[in-house]
């Protein structure tokens, strides 16, 4: 204590806990997680049945507002998100400026710091501001994920269409008319938005909140969350996971031996990407489910992809390597597979997940700014640089 007070330059207890390992940085009612046993609840409500048996708007309206919606309630916020899915008109052309190779996150994230430069979410305080702001997220970042994936593909982005339904329009404006948009599809894609909606303090709603703390608006909240998602260790993991099982099939013939050698090895930081969690010592709940139905889906289809998957885990699995530092599969192990096989390229799964944790993030900027003891973050740090010195003019070194 003494010591650590000395260096920091203050007296007082201060804890060194790098990546915050330890560390709460404040009190929330959205979601537990028992990363020992495996849990995870949103609002009490345990992830496996509201995987089963509520929509991502119905989840989102839980997260967000901390209560069950009645019909009408529920009805009422799906109109106001659906009736807010249409880009401003400023969003086009700047799409179009960034070149064709741009990964699509940082498109992204221009176009949300867009929506909140049009004149709302002024004020932290005013409800129905937030509540307006809430609703252009949930309701235009599918378009503008849509429109992202079609301005790549030197495509027009195809105009929303509520009557779709929120996930059946996200698909029609990602892949265009000739896509069969099936009830089984709509399910899928709609419970696996539901997988990601909140996940409680991760590196990119930490990152909300952050920004948050210092009284900036939702948008720009919301910005430095997705920034925060881009990263391969978080939300960028689902893209590593689908890149690693195609460099396993085609360099090595589907051979997961060799890359398991590497991953153990440490050779270049290889990691077995989609795999552990900084919380979960177990295996992830949202995993046994994605999992669940990637293999229902993906057997059928005999995709090699899979195969390699189901191998490179059952070998984890039975490994000392994993097994004593409680390495299991995470959420983001087999979305990709499911994604691709909806025909989404690889460089729109993160894209995908920024959909799904947007409720989440807009939940705990709002409960933030609700708790009467949210101040500023501002932590500090263990200074281990150079002791005073005399400085020299730069003429006289
Ligand atoms: N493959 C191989 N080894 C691993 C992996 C992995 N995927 N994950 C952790 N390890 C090893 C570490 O090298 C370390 O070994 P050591 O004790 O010999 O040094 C040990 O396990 C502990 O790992 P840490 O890096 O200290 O764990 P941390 O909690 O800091 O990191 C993280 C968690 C970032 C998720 C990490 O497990 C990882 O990089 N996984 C791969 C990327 C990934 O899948 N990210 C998605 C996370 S979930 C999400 O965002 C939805």
């Known amino acids: 204590g003494m010591q650590l007070g000395k260096l920091l330059g203050q007296t007082g207890m201060t804890t060194l806990d790098v990546g915050f390992v330890n560390t709460a940085a404040c009190q929330s009612e959205i979601t537990f997680i028992n990363g020992d046993e495996g849990i995870l609840r949103h609002r009490g409500y345990p992830i496996a049945q509201l995987a089963e048996k509520a929509s991502f708007l119905e989840v989102s309206y839980i997260l967000i507002y901390g209560e069950d919606p009645t019909p009408a309630q529920l009805q009422s916020f799906t109109e106001s998100i659906m009736g807010e899915t249409t880009l401003p008109e400023v969003i086009s052309p700047v799409l179009r400026a960034f070149p064709a190779e741009t990964h699509p996150m940082p498109v992204l994230s221009a176009g949300v710091s867009l929506f909140g430069t049009l004149g709302d979410d002024i004020s932290i305080k005013d409800d129905k501001q937030i509540d307006l702001a809430t609703a252009r997220l949930l309701g235009r970042t599918p378009t503008l994920a849509a429109a992202i994936h079609r301005v790549r593909g030197g495509k027009d982005p195809i105009a929303p269409d509520a009557s779709l339904g929120y996930v059946g329009n996200l698909l029609r404006m990602t892949f265009g008319e000739d896509y069969e948009i099936t009830d089984e599809l709509v399910r899928a894609l709609d419970m696996l938005l539901v997988l990601h909606a909140d996940h409680e303090q991760n590196c990119s709603t930490s990152t909300v909140?952050?920004?948050?703390?210092?009284?900036?608006?939702?948008?720009?909240?919301?910005?430095?969350?997705?920034?925060?998602?881009?990263?391969?260790?978080?939300?960028g993991a689902n893209q590593a996971v689908l890149e690693m099982l195609e460099r396993i099939h085609s360099n090595e013939g589907g051979d997961a031996t060799k890359y398991m050698d590497k991953v153990k090895n440490k050779e270049d930081g290889a990691k077995l990407m989609g795999f552990g969690h900084r919380v979960y010592k177990s295996y992830d709940p949202r995993a046994v489910i994605a999992k669940e139905f990637?293999?229902?889906?993906?057997?059928?289809a005999n995709d090699p992809l899979l195969?390699?998957?189901?191998?490179?885990?059952?070998?984890?699995?039975?490994?000392?390597?994993?097994?004593?530092?409680k390495l299991y599969p995470n959420v983001d192990f087999y979305t990709g597979l499911i994604y691709r096989a909806m025909g989404f390229p690889t460089e729109m799964f993160t894209v995908l997940f920024?959909?799904?944790?947007?409720?989440?993030?807009?939940?705990h900027w709002r409960e933030q700014h609700s708790d009467p003891a949210t101040k500023i973050n501002r932590p500090r740090q263990v200074y281990v640089g150079a002791t005073e010195k005399n400085f020299v003019p730069v003429s006289e070194r």
């Open 294 to 300: 990637a293999t229902d889906v993906l057997s059928k």
């Open 354 to 363: 920024a959909l799904g944790r947007m409720p989440g993030w807009i939940a």
């Open 307 to 325: 195969e390699i998957a189901q191998e490179l885990e059952e070998k984890a699995l039975a490994d000392d390597y994993f097994v004593e530092r």
């Open 209 to 235: 909140r952050m920004v948050g703390s210092s009284n900036a608006p939702l948008y720009a909240s919301i910005v430095g969350g997705i920034n925060a998602l881009y990263g391969p260790l978080h939300g």
